[in-house]
């Protein structure tokens, strides 16, 4: 998938996973990894410049193995963030789609 | 690889960062829990370490505007200021030269955005712009003793907007710009008029469609807030030649221009929800007590010891800075970076 697509559909995409269910930082890595095919290194810096943002916060919940993990969710910031990024992308998806289809229609 | 060789290396490349210990922990504590999750899973752990990626390519994703200058280049930028002190001092006491000899500080934020920078990058000539036009400015105002219009050097920093701009129309866009400085300079030796200033305001349409007020947020542009600068800039710009037409003030009332940034960086604090911090304000305080002493008490070869705020007020507040940092909002004339920790190519 193009490099540039990828990078603007990120965030949106974490948000969404994270609007779902409260989720670990590898749950939401192989999530986001697996479906979009992005390399992992990218994911954490996202989930840690969102929460300073003030749009995840976290909980920290006893592991049985290693050091407490934490657990992400949504702020209410970042709800509004996530309802503005997809209001933005599928005003954007519809209007690619209407090109495209012009382009097919010709 | 394994676990305990990719969290020591992180740590290390993350140390070359001006990271707070805490944080660089706290970074440690959560890929360390993260491989211990996949473990759990089933996951292969060289494969999982692997994917995580380069320990130095990772801090510097976590990190990209604050890396510590390392090595030569470092070395040099760390003994500017050091440099700059002594040949402002031989320039005074020798060859009481003390102005136009303060220029020497400008070697330190120049040296180090030629040396920390590339310097073909558009983001370097953007950040050595102003220092062009000060230093041409002040030489050749000095120079000749003419303080006016030598000041329209100062367009030097939108006009070069233009020229790095993305825009379709840039060519035409800065053409009209340089006609509109060169009409203003003709007339105003022709026929010199406060009235002839007027025609300057025109100068933030080209910069407005070349697309050099581009504010964005997060990746998504800000519009009402680059049409609420654009009229702030156009009735401060009005409003100041009209003011000075009548009483004369044009120097000490050029200070009214700091509102445009200082406007710019309380909306930033206000969408980050952010407390006001001095260290925000410390550099237009100090911009404000350098020219009111300056003009008021003739003292400007003093009153440049209030730029030493800066830098004292950053260290005594250092580490009391708001955990949410202002990333996210680009902005001004020609830049068009985001702060974000995603602007890397290889996502």
Redesign the interface.
């Known amino acids: 998938m193009n490099a540039q697509f990828k990078k603007g559909v990120i965030e949106l995409c974490v948000l969404k996973a994270l609007s779902e269910k409260e989720m670990s930082a590898f749950e939401v890595l192989h999530r986001i990894s697996n479906e979009l095919d992005v390399n992992e290194n990218t994911v954490y810096p996202l989930l840690r410049r969102l929460e300073e943002e003030g749009y995840l916060f976290h909980e920290k919940t006893p592991s049985v193995r290693g050091a407490p993990r934490k657990y992400f969710h949504l702020t209410e910031q970042g709800k509004q963030h996530f309802e503005q990024l997809e209001l933005a992308w599928r005003t954007f998806r519809a209007r690619v789609d209407q090109i495209l289809e012009g382009e097919n229609h010709e | 690889m394994n676990k305990k060789t990719f969290l020591s290396s992180l740590k290390m490349h993350l140390e070359n960062y001006q990271v707070d210990h805490e944080d660089i922990e706290d970074?440690l504590?959560?890929?360390?829990?993260?491989i211990?999750?996949?473990?759990?899973?089933g996951m292969d752990e060289a494969t999982l370490i692997e994917?995580?990626?380069?320990p130095k390519?990772?801090a510097k994703?976590?990190y990209p505007k604050t890396l510590k200058p390392q090595g030569t280049k470092g070395k040099i930028i760390a003994l500017t200021p050091f440099l700059a002190t002594i040949i402002f001092f031989i320039l005074g006491s020798a060859y009481a030269l003390w102005h136009p000899g303060w220029m020497v500080y400008l070697l330190i934020p120049i040296v180090a955005i030629v040396l920390e920078g590339k310097l073909k990058s558009k983001d370097a000539i953007m950040s050595l712009a102003p220092f062009v036009a000060l230093i041409g400015f002040f030489m050749t105002a000095h120079i000749s003793g003419v303080w006016h219009p030598t000041w329209a050097f100062f367009l030097w920093v939108p006009f070069s907007t233009l020229l790095i701009s993305s825009s379709k129309n840039k060519w035409m866009e800065a053409l009209v710009f340089a006609i509109l400085v060169a009409l203003y300079l003709t007339l105003e030796l022709l026929n010199p008029s406060a009235d002839n200033l007027l025609m300057l305001v025109l100068l933030w349409v080209p910069i407005y469609t070349s697309g050099g007020l581009r504010i964005e947020y997060?990746?998504?542009r800000q519009r009402k807030f680059e049409r609420d600068t654009l009229i702030l800039l156009v009735v401060i710009s009005i409003g100041y030649i009209v003011f000075n037409q009548a009483f004369d003030l044009w120097v000490i009332t050029s200070l009214v221009f700091l509102l445009i940034p200082l406007y710019l960086v309380l909306r930033i604090m206000q969408k980050?929800?952010n407390a006001l911090q001095p260290m925000v304000l410390i550099p237009f305080v100090a911009i404000i007590l350098f020219i009111s002493v300056g003009y008021f008490f003739e003292g400007w070869h003093y009153s440049w010891l209030f730029f030493l705020l800066i830098p004292v007020i950053a260290i005594l507040f250092e580490g009391k800075a708001p955990?949410?940092?202002a990333?996210?909002l680009s902005f001004s004339m020609g830049y068009r970076k985001t702060y974000?920790?995603?602007e890397?190519?290889?996502?």
């Open positions: 970074i504590n959560d890929y360390a829990t993260i211990d999750e996949a473990l759990e899973k994917r995580l990626g380069a390519q990772l994703k976590l997060n990746g998504v980050e929800k955990k949410k940092r990333k996210g974000q920790a995603l890397e190519e290889d996502v």
